[in-house]
């Protein structure tokens, strides 16, 4: 068949990056340093230390965390990194961290769920349902002490009044399926329950429910002043009590905990391999993680704090015995509590916000296959247009094809297996945005740190007593090391003699991103459509102007770049024309001392200055690609000081989908009235 014109143009491209995937080294980093690199890695090296992860309840503010943090700094000492050291930031209930409130520390040292039988008139114990010190998670974080002798009375989720009609659940324990944070306001608050026995489901998969054994991490509120506590307990448990409850069985139970809440702090480890280049050393490349989570929190998140600490260990080694040469740039690693220790960090520490030019975090990175898992190479939210992603794609890519040619009976130089891990195909998905984890507070819109996020989803024991070091694939770790590492090493040395190499690159990954938007377009309608392509193209634009942080781009490359765009607008269709004028012409800027996103887990900054909460229409919306969640976090990233209600709408269409313009306005009125946002 023969192509002409835009179509020509497009096979071209498209047929020419094909044949350059064929190259036996991986895109952008030099072929020595990316095999030295590969040999140096050990995925048995890195689940040994998820091993011992794995073995602590790493709850925020706790023993057991500060045990994790100078494990990790322990073994960068050893490694040979430079700057080793654990910040601390206080964790008290009270201090602010931009939009962030620091959620005191919790421990618990004792905490047993026994059922009782009466013999001869006195109960007596029968069977241990809940046992802190062989199963940590079987005790919902921020649990207060207590010692509860009471029936269980069953009463469903617990988060509706009709649940507890003609019940009578004081002083007595409850059985709920909902999260004891859900159910606590009406149990305990309002009904007088003394205390709660959840069996909450894992969060929703294909294989949700299907294991009954499952028990599931729990939480209350960590700001209530109300104490109480709450046991886990599994499905099959939880079933056995039911049949036994509608039987008319009485079922009495003895709950003892010693636990709470206290001021601690947030240890936050970090480590730098100092850059070479006098002129760029103070530009950071940073690798995260979130270092807390129940025992054993093997997937999430020992997978992605060993990871980063193997990539340091391999880092190390191979500078420090000469076979590759010192970064430009300064390469740092830290390990924080998950979310609230990032927004301590950055909130608190300005000047680490200021040096770090990109992060590579890894948050469960280490899924075999008992857990489902399916790794994603996922990008920075369209608020923040960064070449870095394309650079993270293209050795994603690499490694994809190295390891299907591997497992289908070739010879690589790239195979990344580990002796003690899976041989299979790594087949990672090139995704778009997605929140949930440390990245998110770096790409928000009052840092503005683009970030590439390696990370498993889904994984059928996430948040469970089976999230264990069993279920880690070696080989996994390795290749994961490989991408964030081999991103990290390109960030670290690029200069303008490479942005040549990096355009190559970014030509590919606009095609097929170009092709994603015109199959998004077929469903849309034509003003949708080309609004859809106005955005691709700005973000295309915003993609190649983020080369500029890191270095010039030559004349001649700047001239092909321009003429590409040309092209590429052909390919779009996108009207030439302004956009569109506003109709809503209110312009907000944002509050420069409120830093951080307004709804993480923890605490949510919206919900506790806006009475009216339940009434934003923008948290339950659900568009083509993305849903409520998604848009307020937008939203609030395209407030820059020049956009209006309409252009925000519209941008936050061309990324999760049409939405009301209203719905949008009415949140972004919520923001100004509690200080959030301002108007011009």
Same mark, same amino acid.
């Given at each position: 068949?023969?192509?002409?014109?835009?179509?020509?143009?497009?096979?071209?491209?498209?047929?020419?990056?094909?044949?350059?995937?064929?190259?036996?080294?991986?895109? +952008?980093?030099?072929?020595?340093?990316?095999?030295?690199?590969?040999?140096?890695?050990?995925?048995?090296?890195?689940?040994?230390?998820?091993?011992?992860?794995?073995?602590?309840?790493?709850?925020?503010?706790?023993?057991?965390?500060?045990?994790?943090?100078? *494990?990790?700094?322990?073994?960068?000492?050893?490694?040979?990194?430079?700057?080793?050291?654990?910040?601390?930031?206080?964790?008290?209930?009270?201090?602010?961290?931009?939009?962030?409130?620091?959620?005191?520390?919790? /421990?618990?040292d004792f905490a047993e769920l026994w059922e009782l039988e009466e013999i001869d008139g006195k109960w007596e114990r029968k069977a241990r349902i809940a046992d802190w010190n062989s199963m940590p998670v079987s005790l919902a974080q921020d649990s207060e002490s207590a010692d509860v002798t009471a029936d269980l009375v069953?009463? %469903?989720?617990?988060?509706?009044?009709?649940?507890?009609?003609?019940?009578?659940? &004081?002083?007595?324990?409850?059985?709920?399926?909902?999260?004891?944070?859900?159910?606590?306001?009406?149990?305990?608050?309002?009904?007088?329950?003394?205390?709660?026995?959840?069996?909450?489901?894992?969060?929703?998969?294909?294989?949700?429910? @299907?294991?009954?054994?499952?028990?599931?991490?729990?939480?209350?509120?960590?700001?209530t002043e109300t104490r109480s506590f709450a046991f886990m307990i599994s499905l099959k448990q939880a079933r056995s009590f039911q049949q036994r409850l509608s039987r008319g069985d009485r079922i009495r139970l003895h709950a003892k905990v010693e636990a709470g809440r206290s001021d601690g702090f947030y240890d936050i480890?970090?480590?730098?391999? !100092?850059?070479?280049?006098?002129? +760029?050393?103070?530009?950071?490349?940073?690798?995260?993680?979130? +270092?807390?989570?129940?025992?054993?929190?093997?997937?999430? /998140?020992?997978?992605?704090?060993?990871?980063?600490?193997?990539?340091?260990?391999?880092?190390?080694?191979?500078?420090?015995?000469?076979?590759?040469? &010192?970064?430009?740039?300064?390469?740092?690693?830290?390990?924080?509590?998950?979310?609230?220790?990032?927004?301590?960090?950055?909130?608190? &520490?300005?000047?680490?916000?200021?040096?770090?030019?990109?992060?590579?975090?890894?948050?469960?990175?280490?899924?075999?296959? !008992?857990?489902?898992?399916?790794?994603?190479?996922?990008?920075?939210?369209?608020?923040?247009?960064?070449?870095?992603?394309?650079?993270?794609?293209?050795?994603?890519?690499?490694?994809?094809?190295?390891? $299907?040619?591997?497992?289908?009976?070739?010879?690589? =130089?790239?195979?990344?297996?580990?002796? !003690? %891990?899976?041989?299979?195909?790594?087949?990672?998905?090139?995704?778009?945005?997605?929140?949930?984890?440390?990245?998110?507070?770096?790409?928000?819109?009052?840092?503005?740190? =683009?970030?590439?996020?390696? /990370?498993?989803?889904?994984?059928?024991?996430?948040?469970?007593?089976?999230?264990?070091?069993?279920?880690?694939?070696?080989?996994?770790?390795?290749?994961?090391? *490989?991408?964030?590492? %081999?991103?990290?090493?390109?960030?670290?040395?690029?200069?303008?003699? $490479?942005?040549?190499?990096?355009?190559?690159?970014?030509?590919?990954?606009?095609?097929?991103?170009?092709?994603?938007?015109?199959?998004?377009?077929?469903?849309?309608?034509?003003?949708?459509?080309?609004?859809?392509?106005?955005?691709?193209?700005?973000?295309?634009?915003?993609?190649?102007?983020?080369?500029?942080?890191?270095?010039?781009?030559?004349? $001649?490359? @700047? &001239?092909?770049?321009?003429?590409?765009?040309?092209?590429? @607008?052909?390919?779009?269709?996108?009207?030439?024309?302004?956009?569109?004028?506003?109709?809503?012409?209110?312009?907000?800027?944002?509050?420069?001392?409120?830093?951080?996103?307004?709804?993480? *887990?923890?605490?949510?900054?919206?919900?506790?200055?806006?009475?009216?909460?339940? $009434?934003?229409?923008?948290?339950?919306?659900?568009?083509?690609?993305?849903?409520?969640?998604?848009?307020?976090?937008?939203?609030?990233?395209?407030?820059?000081?020049?956009?209006?209600?309409?252009?925000?709408?519209?941008?936050?269409?061309?990324?999760? %989908?049409?939405?009301?313009?209203?719905?949008? !306005?009415?949140?972004?009125?919520?923001?100004?009235?509690?200080?959030?946002?301002?108007? /011009?």
């Amino acid at each position: 068949m023969k192509y002409t014109g835009i179509a020509a143009f497009a096979f071209s491209l498209i047929f020419t990056f094909d044949l350059a995937a064929q190259i036996s080294g991986p895109p +952008l980093v030099p072929e020595a340093d990316a095999m030295l690199f590969a040999e140096e890695l050990s995925g048995e090296a890195a689940k040994r230390n998820l091993e011992y992860l794995s073995r602590l309840h790493r709850m925020r503010g706790s023993r057991d965390f500060r045990a994790a943090s100078e *494990f990790i700094a322990g073994k960068l000492t050893d490694y040979g990194l430079s700057t080793v050291e654990i910040l601390q930031f206080p964790a008290d209930g009270k201090t602010m961290y931009g939009t962030q409130k620091a959620r005191p520390a919790w /421990n618990a040292d004792f905490a047993e769920l026994w059922e009782l039988e009466e013999i001869d008139g006195k109960w007596e114990r029968k069977a241990r349902i809940a046992d802190w010190n062989s199963m940590p998670v079987s005790l919902a974080q921020d649990s207060e002490s207590a010692d509860v002798t009471a029936d269980l009375v069953d009463v %469903g989720a617990g988060t509706s009044d009709t649940d507890y009609d003609d019940k009578n659940v &004081r002083g007595k324990l409850v059985l709920i399926s909902s999260q004891p944070g859900a159910a606590a306001p009406l149990a305990i608050d309002k009904h007088g329950a003394a205390g709660m026995v959840s069996y909450a489901p894992n969060q929703k998969t294909g294989w949700w429910k @299907e294991d009954e054994n499952l028990v599931r991490w729990g939480h209350l509120d960590s700001f209530t002043e109300t104490r109480s506590f709450a046991f886990m307990i599994s499905l099959k448990q939880a079933r056995s009590f039911q049949q036994r409850l509608s039987r008319g069985d009485r079922i009495r139970l003895h709950a003892k905990v010693e636990a709470g809440r206290s001021d601690g702090f947030y240890d936050i480890t970090t480590a730098v391999i !100092e850059g070479a280049d006098p002129d +760029l050393k103070d530009e950071e490349i940073a690798f995260s993680c979130h +270092l807390d989570h129940q025992r054993p929190g093997a997937n999430d /998140n020992a997978s992605g704090c060993v990871t980063i600490l193997e990539v340091a260990r391999a880092f190390s080694k191979l500078i420090n015995e000469g076979r590759i040469q &010192r970064p430009r740039r300064t390469i740092r690693f830290i390990w924080p509590p998950e979310i609230e220790g990032t927004m301590a960090l950055l909130n608190a &520490r300005p000047d680490f916000a200021h040096r770090i030019k990109a992060v590579i975090h890894m948050d469960m990175v280490g899924g075999g296959s !008992e857990t489902k898992a399916i790794f994603h190479v996922t990008r920075s939210p369209q608020s923040l247009p960064t070449f870095i992603n394309d650079i993270a794609e293209a050795i994603g890519a690499f490694v994809n094809q190295e390891s $299907d040619a591997f497992a289908s009976g070739q010879d690589t =130089p790239f195979a990344l297996t580990a002796p !003690e %891990g899976g041989k299979e195909a790594l087949q990672a998905s090139l995704a778009p945005y997605s929140g949930g984890s440390d990245h998110q507070i770096y790409t928000e819109g009052s840092f503005k740190i =683009p970030a590439i996020y390696l /990370n498993d989803w889904p994984d059928r024991f996430i948040h469970t007593n089976y999230d264990t070091p069993a279920n880690i694939d070696p080989t996994k770790l390795k290749r994961a090391a *490989f991408i964030g590492g %081999g991103s990290a090493w390109v960030l670290a040395n690029l200069t303008d003699d $490479d942005i040549g190499d990096v355009w190559q690159v970014m030509k590919s990954r606009m095609l097929t991103r170009a092709a994603v938007t015109l199959t998004k377009s077929e469903t849309l309608s034509r003003s949708e459509r080309e609004n859809l392509s106005r955005h691709a193209l700005d973000y295309e634009r915003g993609a190649l102007k983020s080369l500029d942080g890191f270095a010039a781009t030559p004349d $001649d490359i @700047e &001239r092909n770049m321009g003429a590409f765009l040309i092209h590429l @607008e052909q390919i779009l269709g996108a009207p030439g024309s302004a956009p569109h004028t506003a109709s809503t012409d209110i312009v907000y800027h944002r509050n420069p001392d409120l830093k951080g996103p307004v709804s993480v *887990f923890g605490y949510n900054y919206f919900t506790d200055h806006y009475a009216a909460a339940a $009434d934003i229409r923008l948290f339950s919306h659900q568009g083509l690609w993305g849903g409520g969640g998604d848009y307020a976090y937008e939203a609030l990233n395209f407030v820059d000081g020049s956009r209006t209600v309409t252009d925000i709408r519209n941008a936050l269409s061309a990324e999760f %989908g049409p939405i009301p313009e209203e719905i949008v !306005e009415d949140y972004l009125r919520a923001l100004a009235e509690i200080g959030i946002i301002q108007e /011009n």
